[in-house]
């Protein structure tokens, strides 16, 4: 599967924004979705899942009540809806797949909060 992440930008604290990640090929439903991010110098770090249908997800606790994550198995995407962003929240987010055991990753896009 590859995996294409848009979205990122430039935002205000307290702004939002919502990512996307598209995926190639047909076997979407088949995977598990995350995303993740990275700062410079820093250890890429769990942000959120979802499962195959979207039902159940999981969240950090740094961004629990704050970012919602989302798919669409008839789009192919996962989405990451982001509220009440915070200085820390400045990254580079990563969506990635998984299926059993296999893990994809698509290219990053930056998250850039300001005060």
């Known amino acids: 599967v590859q995996l294409q992440a848009s979205g990122g930008g430039l935002v205000q604290v307290g702004g939002s924004l919502r990512l996307s990640c598209a995926a190639s090929?047909?076997?979407?439903?088949?995977?598990?979705m995350a995303w993740l991010r990275q700062t410079p110098g820093k250890e890429r770090e769990f942000v959120a899942a979802?499962?195959?249908?979207?039902?159940?997800?999981y969240y950090a606790d740094s961004v629990k009540g704050r970012f919602t994550i989302s798919r669409d198995n008839t789009k192919n995407t996962v989405y990451l809806q982001m509220n009440s962003l915070k200085l820390e929240d400045t990254a580079v987010y990563y969506c990635?797949?998984?299926?059993?055991?296999?893990?994809?990753w698509g290219q990053g896009t930056q998250v850039t909060v300001s005060s």
């Open positions: 990635a797949a998984n299926r059993r055991g296999d893990n994809y």
């Open positions: 979802t499962g195959w249908s979207g039902s159940t997800t």
């Open positions: 090929g047909r076997t979407f439903s088949s995977y598990v």
